[in-house]
């Protein structure tokens, strides 16, 4: 169990030292860290950000005088660090959402690049061109019941294939 505290002047939550054991099949732990850069975006490493005004990236033009990216946007811990709970995230991707809407409606986005490819086609090609190997949705299926078949073995939901080359030797068969 935990209480919540303040902590020069923000909320942090203080383990209380109880504990209380649930019996149950799986558990996901979701427990905000500060977030890393991304390659080719600016980032603030104190904060741990992308510089952002509303969820439109900021791309610095000298130390103190910041210009909008047009058409790259942020939001989640990214744009506003790790706090906040689930309505939070939704707020915030709300926010970036009108963002993008009021800049559409001022003046519709366009390609960055004049080699731009629309569609599935566009993707496919770009995949290609970096050596990425695309894998029908059957082949998922077939690993997704093979890990289940060797969790089930183990009373898992379960057992994950960790290794790639035999993901894709499941997955072809």
Known sequence: RSHCAVDSG?????????FEDID???VLKSIGYKS???????FDP???????????????????HFVPEEGLYVCGWLKRGPTGIIATNLYCAEETVASIIEDLAQEPL?????????????LLQLLDSRNVRVLPFS???????????RGSMKQKPREKLSCWDELLKVGSE
């Open 110 to 122: 366009t390609p960055t690049s004049s080699h731009a490819k629309q569609g599935r086609e566009g």
């Open 36 to 42: 890393v850069p991304v390659d080719g975006l600016p």
């Open 24 to 26: 149950c099949g799986l």
């Open 46 to 64: 104190h904060k741990g950000i992308v510089p952002n005004i509303r969820g439109r990236v900021l791309r610095s033009m000298s130390d103190d």
């Open 10 to 18: 923000k909320q942090v939550a203080i383990g209380t030292g109880e």
């Open 139 to 149: 082949a998922w299926e077939k690993m997704d019941s093979e890990e289940k078949r």
